[in-house]
């Protein structure tokens, strides 16, 4: 954030009219000093998890006292793993990445403010006496000493009293000066306190960007979980009625290959018949033929087991998935409603 701010310091003892400016400015000051060094800001100058701000120099010398292990950048080659050092100020815990102070936030506000503050400092002798030899071009031997506040601007007395500005509203220019320098003394304590707050604001919705990110994996990782275990359910019941068929399938197949085996035994018994029945035929006694006959008679009279044409059918183990297809493909989450952003 770049602030093109312009301010000139009180005098050096901070009295006389408009003294409520120097008060101001005095707070300021102290809101630049740095906690561990108690001198300005230096730059770059970062901004703790605590919205406190350091030089990142004291921060990193706080931060090596703190952690006398953690290696620096670019040292050995060795990764760094992070540590922690307390607030000077409020002494809460700062925990930081591998980066070190370095992986911190600049403050880049309170370096502008820095900044414009010691020019203006460094211009300030300059500038009152400037301000003091400033003589008016159409009076010159008239100092400018009012301002004009219907035209807004700088003037002197004779200019009031008989020149353009005889018929505006004036006012003494020390007040007018002291006036917008306290006022602009203000906003930038006022900025100081919002960057505060805007920065306050941006760690909470780094928090909510983290928290997001944790919650989202942690659902996805329990949705995977809840469709493995579908999975494993389906997967169990299959065997199960695999099982089943399997289990019919070859109780009708080891009784369809007795019967097989049995008709083999019975086709071989006929031939071997049917070859005593043609060695009878050439039997000329008549009362043995009649015995012989008998008993061939009687033995291929035996009736053979065959199982019926449905016996053959395995269409009772069909099974009805649609109804199940329908649920799955119609599963939500518990609410039914949910954030599409």
Known sequence: MNFALSFKPPSA?????????????????KQLICPVCLEMFSKPV??????????????????QSANPLWHSRGSSGIAASGGRFRCPSCRHEAVLDRH??????????????IDIYRQQETSRCVCVCECQQL???????????????????????????FGQHKDCDVAPLS????RQKTDLSDGIAILVASNDHIQAVISQMEEMYR???????????QLESHFHGLVAILEERKQELVGLISKQQDNKLKHVRSLIRRHGDHLEAAVTLVESAIQSMEELHMPLFIQVSNRLARSGASDMERPEL??????????????????????????GTYSRV
């Open 13 to 29: 003892g901070r009295s006389g009219p408009g003294g409520g400016g120097g008060a101001t400015m005095e707070n300021l000051e």
């Open 135 to 161: 003589m008016c071009e159409e009076h010159e031997e008239e100092k400018i000493n009012i301002y004009c506040l219907s035209c807004q601007t700088p003037t002197c007395s004779m200019c009031k009293v």
């Open 175 to 178: 007040s007018v000066y002291m």
């Open 46 to 63: 970062v901004i703790l998890p605590c919205q406190h701000n350091l030089c990142r120099k004291c921060a990193n010398d706080i931060f």
């Open 211 to 221: 928290t997001v990110e944790e919650n989202g994996q942690r659902q996805r990782e």
């Open 100 to 113: 070190g102070v370095y992986g911190l936030q600049r403050n880049l506000l309170v370096e502008n403010i």
């Open 310 to 335: 449905s016996y053959q059918s395995m269409s009772h183990f069909v099974i009805d998935t649609d109804d199940l297809a329908d649920m799955l493909r119609n599963m939500d989450f518990c609410s």
